[in-house]
Every structure is written in C-alpha cells, then in structure tokens.
C-alpha cells in the first residue's frame, strides 16, 4: 500500500507518522511519499519520520520529493494538507479583518474566504495529477476551509472525503470524562465543517443511551472552559457547540480579544521554528512534546482510521467525515456538504441519520451554506464581484460597506495567490 501526503513537510507531520508507526495492523502502508515544495522543510521532517518508523519497527519506507506528479504517481490514497502561502498568508487572514472590526481568522469570515480563493485552484490542479496517475487513488482533504476545498473536489469528480479532527477530539474527551474508551463514545455530531453541535453523546453505537445531559450536569465547567464560552451558555443550549461558533456567538468579544494581542499565526510561527529546529536532532525518534500545542490532536488517529475504511483494511467504519448532504439535512440540497457521522468504507462515506434539527441550527447552517456556494464560485471563476457577493453573504459580515472594504483587502493582500487578479 503506498500512501501519499502533499504537504509532507508540515510541521503537523510528525503527528500523522507516529499514528501510521502505531497502527501499522490497522493500515498497513508499505510506502510513504512526502510531498512538498519546501525542500529544507522535507529534508528535515522526513528525517524524523523515518527515525520514528525505525524507532517503532516500522518496516515501510518514506520517501521524500518535490515532485507531485511523482509523489502521487501510484498511490492508494493522497492526503491533503497544504497551506498555500504558508503562516505569513494565514497572519494577513488573520489580521487585515480586523480593521474592519470583523473577525480576523483563517477559516472563516474574510480571512476563511482568502484562504479558500488561494486554496481551491491549487487543490483541484494537484487533484488533476492524481488523476491521471491514478484515478482509483482517495483523496483525502486536511487542508482549510475543509468544507468547500472537499465540495470543489467532488464537484470536480473526484473520489474525496473530507476530514477535520475537531470531532474525534470531542469523542476523546468525553471518553476520558465518562472513563470508556473513545470506541464507546458515538456523536450526534451535525453541521458543517467547522459550525458544527453535539446534540447528544452516545454509548455503544448511534442507538445507544445519551449521556450528553448526564455530562453536561457533571462536567459542564470543564467542557464550557474548553469551549471558551460561559457554562450557562451551554446550559441554556443544552449542546456542546464546536469551539468555532464563539465566532458567531461573540462576534465583538471576540474581535476586540484578537486586536490586543499577536495573531495565532504569529505563534504557530515561533512554534514551528522551535519544531524544526528540534526535528533536526538526529537524536530525536519521536514527536516532540511541542507539537501538541501545535494543533491537530488526534489528527493521525482519525486520518489513519478514514484510510484504513477507504482502502479496505480495517472495513467498514463510522466516523465523521465530511461528504455531500445527500438528502441527510432536508432543508440543504444533496450536493452540500455536511460534516456528521458516516459509514465508511471502500465505496466512500454515505451519511447517517441525524436528529432533527432546531430553527436555531438550520437557520445558520442555511446561511452559512449559501455563502460556501458563492466562495467556492468565486474560487472557481475569480473576479471582484464574486469575492464580494461571497462576503456580502458571510453571517459574520453581512453588510455592504463592509463587504467592499473587506473585497479590496482581500485582493490587496492575496494578488500573487489569484491569477484572476
């Protein structure tokens, strides 16, 4: 089985070798390519990749290049996990909203809209050359804004499932508090990538007993905090709202937090030069400590279980994933796409039932959903007017003048990313 990650040179992917080196049983990869521009990057990431397979008895071999079509070329399955414009492009996301007093973050609002416009070509080029070396190969996305990047792959045709690690890190969290393994623990995990709710917490499978009451009544401090909202918000909710939505639930609070201090980016920055220099030791075998504060928990537990259903060698699974509606969520059309439990398996994910939803959920699903209509349009097609219909569109902005204002920054800070421009 050869495996092949684009953007093989994140700092993130000392996460995903270790979890390949533990589970070999689960998905048995006998060749890893990483792929990514950044040659200085790879040299050094592969280098500890390959320590970590040697430590853990790994038999596979990793291979490192710059060449995409040669990375891809064969491969069972390509994971995606680029950042077009690295963390100087994701500082201006984060950054240049906020002179509008409009949230400055890289996944959604303004910033969320610049990543995509800067992403979608790049994907969809990279998903072309996998085609044509081999069209059989999965697709998995990693790469931000998870939910339109993998609706602009599969619009395009291609076999793709996206992914995102915020539900597996719910999943173990609540495992750890309810003292089950995470296997136990089923999610009615609902929305869209990145806006999604825990409407009920589930032991032994979709049909089991909900504890999410039980939780929140026991242990509702301790989820709230790490929500960054207050307790009697979720009370008053009686669901555990992805951290995401204190986007939209505190807009200004938010927004008056980010301009009085560095942008995440800013540190992810700091970290990652600490990251690499530390994965220069040839004495390191083993992910750093360091990279937990990165980001991505559990990234590689949840990409190497999606594979291993994808490829055929763990079977059938459920896992959230991200895929089209197909008629799952009425109120959207079949061709959005959602984020909730799936069953997965080599013919692609095909969503389950969710619960139905409250007014106060569908209505920004809604929203939201029509504004990933018109961003992945303007990413596709480009133009001033695009950019900003998609913005004018945005929940979080909604207004003319600031949509216009937000257009031109946009274009100012991202005209190298987008040909059109």
Known sequence: MKLAVVGGGS??????????????????????VLVDPAADRLDLVGGLA????????????????????AGVADADAVLLQLRVGGQAARNQDETWPLECGCIGQETTGAGGLAKALRTVPVVLDIAERVRRTNPDAWIIDFTNPVGIVTRALLQAGHKAVGLCNVAIGFQRKFAALLDVTPGEVHLDHVGLNHLTWELGVRLGGPDGENVLPKLLAEHGDSIADDLHMPRAVVDRLGVVPSYYLRYFYAHDEVVRELGSKPSRAVEVAAMEKELLAMYGDPALDEKPALLARRGGAFYSEAAVDL???????????VQVVNTYNKGTLPFLPDDAVIEVQARVDGTGATPLAVPELDPLYTGLISHVTAYEDLALEAALR??????????????LIGQFEYADALTDKLIAHNREHLAWA
Not at 15 to 28: F, K, N, Q
Not at 51 to 68: L, M, N
Not at 382 to 395: I, T
């Open 11 to 32: 700092t993130y992917t000392p996460e995903l070798i270790d979890g390949l080196a533990r589970l070999r049983d689960t998905l048995p990869v006998e060749e890893l």
């Open 50 to 69: 390959r320590r970590i397979f040697a430590k853990q008895g790994h038999p596979g071999r990793i291979v490192t290049t710059s060449d995409v079509d």
């Open 307 to 317: 594979a291993s259903s994808l490829l055929g060698s763990g079977g059938s699974a």
């Open 382 to 395: 480009g133009g001033r007017d695009r950019v900003f219909k998609a913005l004018l569109a945005h929940p």
